[in-house]
């Protein structure tokens, strides 16, 4: 099933917020040539679709994960990543940065942040923590515009699939 998305709320273009983004996801984003593995990369990007609950993040983020080669299994366990044996240790950590960083949980996040220096060398943490803070940016426009899935043909505007 293709699914399209419409504008509930704002087209976000009339403020040009789309070419911020989209210069920001040059860096970060999902076609991007980073440093950190595209797999983990992509995990955690579909983990800040998770938290935040938006479904055009989600979509897009989920075909994404499937388009890297992760296993379905895997994709399917990421919400109960904690209580699961299919993360490695640093995508855990990373994991855990990432949720901590999403929340704002300054409790957690200063150990998080450690955590992450057993893993992963400093850029690759600047790296972690510019793809969670774009998603979150991402994902935060997408809640505010209205990105509403919908099944295509049925007065679609922007269309996945």
Request: glycine letters at 4%; hydrophobic letters at 45%; a negative charge.
């Amino acid at each position: 099933m293709e699914i399209a998305f419409v504008n509930t709320r704002f087209d976000p273009d009339l403020i040009e917020f789309h070419d911020v983004a989209k210069q920001m996801a040059k860096s970060v984003g999902y076609t991007a040539a980073l440093k950190v593995e595209k797999q983990l990369a992509q995990l955690l990007r579909l983990r800040v679709a998770q938290i935040n609950p938006c479904s055009y993040c989600l979509i897009l983020h989920t075909k994404a994960a499937q388009d890297q080669g992760l296993p379905a299994a895997k994709i399917a366990h990421l919400a109960s990543w904690r209580e699961s044996n299919m993360f490695s240790n640093d995508e855990r950590a990373a994991l855990a940065y990432c949720e901590a960083l999403t929340e704002y949980d300054l409790s957690v996040f200063p150990s998080t942040h450690l955590a992450l220096q057993n893993y992963f060398d400093e850029k690759e943490i600047a790296e972690i923590a510019a793809i969670v803070i774009n998603m979150n940016l991402w994902v935060r426009l997408k809640l505010a515009q209205g990105a509403t899935p919908e099944v295509k043909g049925e007065n679609s505007e922007n269309t996945l699939g």
